[in-house]
C-alpha cells in the first residue's frame, strides 16, 4: 500500500498569516498523463472531510482561492494564505493512484 | 443539490453484525460509485471499499475483506454497508462518499458495548 506521511503545523497559526501542509507519499503519485493523483481534505470539528484540491493542484468548487496545491511526485503542499476562523480543522492528504485508497495521518490546523 | 443522508448511530454487542444505509439524491445514483471509509476517535481515516451501483461491482481494502459487505438498492438509490463480527477494534465512525470524494455522507457512529 502506498503510504502517505503528513508533516505538523507549529500550533496556533496567527490569523491572517500563511501556513503551508506537506505530504509524502511512499511512491510516485504521479501518472503518465502528467497528472498528480493528490486529494486534499479539510475536516472541520464535528464535520465529514471536504474535498479541497484534486489532481494536487485543482481546487474543488467553491473552494476559496487562499488553497492552493503543489508539489513533485512524491512530496506535496496544501498553502493556505491568510489563515482565517474558518480554517481551523485536520487536513488530510489522500492519494488515488493505487487501490486501496490511502490518507495521510492529518495535519491539524489551529489558529 | 446531491446529497448522501447515512443511517443514525448505532449501539451493537460484540460479535453481532450492523447494517448501515447511505441515500443518494440529486444525481443519477449508477453514474457513481461509492466509497466507504473508516474513522476510528479521534484518528486519521481508512479506505473499506467501493461499490458500482450500475454493475454490483465491488472493490474491497484487503484489511476490510472478511468485514464489510457492501450492496446497493437501486430502486431506492441507497447504498449499504454491513460489517460483521463486530468487536471493540469497529467502533468507528463511518461514512461514505460519492466517486470523485468531492460529496459525502454525515457519517455514522458505531458503538460496540456489552
Known amino acids: 500500500d502506498i503510504v502517505m506521511t503528513q508533516g505538523a503545523l507549529p500550533n496556533p497559526v496567527p490569523s491572517g498569516e500563511s501556513a503551508s501542509i506537506t505530504c509524502q507519499s511512499s511512491k510516485s503519485l504521479l501518472h503518465s498523463n502528467g497528472k498528480a493523483y493528490l486529494n486534499w481534505f479539510l475536516q472541520r470539528p464535528g464535520q465529514s472531510p471536504q474535498l479541497l484540491i484534486y489532481w494536487m493542484s485543482t481546487r474543488a468548487s467553491g473552494v476559496s482561492d487562499r488553497f492552493s496545491g503543489s508539489g513533485s511526485g512524491t512530496d506535496f503542499t496544501l498553502k493556505i494564505s491568510s489563515v482565517e476562523a474558518e480554517d481551523v480543522g485536520v487536513y488530510y492528504c489522500?492519494?488515488?493512484?493505487?487501490?486501496?485508497?490511502?490518507f495521510g495521518s492529518g495535519t491539524k490546523l489551529e489558529i | 443539490q446531491v446529497k448522501l443522508l447515512q443511517s443514525g448511530a448505532a449501539l451493537v454487542k460484540p460479535g453481532d453484525s450492523v447494517k448501515m444505509s447511505c441515500k443518494a439524491s440529486?444525481?443519477?445514483?449508477?453514474?457513481?460509485?461509492i466509497h466507504w471509509v473508516k474513522q476510528s476517535h479521534g484518528k486519521s481515516l481508512e479506505w473499506i471499499g467501493y461499490?458500482?451501483?450500475?454493475?454490483?461491482?465491488?472493490n474491497y481494502n484487503e484489511k476490510f475483506k472478511s468485514k464489510a459487505t457492501l450492496t446497493v438498492d437501486k430502486s431506492s438509490s441507497t447504498a449499504y454497508m454491513e460489517f460483521s463480527r463486530l468487536t471493540s477494534e469497529d467502533s468507528a465512525i463511518y461514512y461514505c462518499a460519492r466517486g470523485n470524494w468531492g460529496y459525502w455522507g454525515q457519517g455514522v457512529m458505531v458503538t460496540v458495548s456489552s
Open positions: 440529486g444525481y443519477t445514483f449508477t453514474d457513481y460509485i
Open positions: 461499490i458500482n451501483p450500475y454493475s454490483g461491482d465491488t
Open positions: 489522500q492519494q488515488f493512484l493505487e487501490w486501496p485508497r490511502t
